[in-house]
């Protein structure tokens, strides 16, 4: 069974930092981009970064860039998502999902994960 | 940055209505977008990649259609498991999604 699960959310304090994970099962986890999506309590989706199959490229959404870090094990079927500097606008539940590449670059997220909650808040 | 501008945010409609979702692009992204579906406490499900292909296993009545900066979901006759929200997304330069619309029963 193609499956995505992460793990790590949390309570933490403004300024703090809190690691997520995402383990992969059931596919080739080598073969696709590995993204993170968040969704703060009430609001829509916020791609927040994606990272290539050999994690030599990385991107992020502006808001986020210089304090999160996407990063992957590929010989652990794992993707991580290291956030610094958290702040209360932060607080989502973050997914990970997996890009089907349909042409180069371009991505569709066809397997998410059931989300792991975020709370920064003092 | 571009912006994914989705409209309505909500709509009423009924059990077999013919329901449209319209989406703007901030500026021309080709066919570079896809189409989800989220219900409360889930996760979205891929609908539609590349403005119009059908992800496999989603029924024929939802379709994607547009290029350019105009995009359209339609849902031919809506059933009762299709009250969700919906969110488009471009994949032209990162991978912003638009604000969303949420489908109530009349």
């Known amino acids: 069974e193609v499956q995505l699960v992460e793990s790590g959310g949390g309570l933490v304090q403004p300024g703090g930092s809190l690691r997520l994970s995402c383990a992969a099962s059931g596919f080739t986890f080598t073969k696709h981009w590995m993204s993170w999506v968040r969704q703060a309590p009430g609001k829509g989706l916020e791609w ?3 990272i290539k199959q050999d994690g030599s490229e990385k991107y992020y959404v502006d808001s986020v860039r ?8 590929n010989a652990k079927n794992s993707l991580y998502l290291q956030m610094n500097n958290l702040r209360a606008e932060d607080t989502a539940v ?6 089907e590449e349909w042409l180069l670059y371009r991505v569709a997220f066809d397997v998410w994960g059931q989300g792991t909650m975020v709370t920064v808040s003092s | 940055d571009i912006q994914m501008t989705q409209s309505p945010s909500s709509l009423s409609a009924s059990v077999g209505d013919r329901v449209t979702i ?21 996760a979205p499900k891929l609908l539609i990649y590349a403005a119009s292909s059908l992800q496999s296993g989603v029924p024929s009545r939802f379709s994607g259609s547009g290029s350019g900066t105009v995009f359209t979901l339609t849902v031919s006759s809506l059933q009762p498991e299709d009250f969700a929200t919906y969110y488009c997304q471009q994949t032209h330069s ?10 109530v029963i009349k």
């Open chain 1, 48 to 50: 927040v970064a994606n």
């Open chain 1, 66 to 73: 210089g304090r999160f870090t996407i990063s992957r094990d």
């Open chain 1, 94 to 99: 973050y997914y990970c999902a997996r890009g």
């Open chain 2, 22 to 42: 319209t989406c703007r692009a901030s500026q021309s992204i080709s066919n570079y977008v896809n189409w989800y579906q989220q219900k409360p406490g889930k």
């Open chain 2, 94 to 103: 990162a991978h912003s999604f638009g604000g969303g619309t949420k489908v």
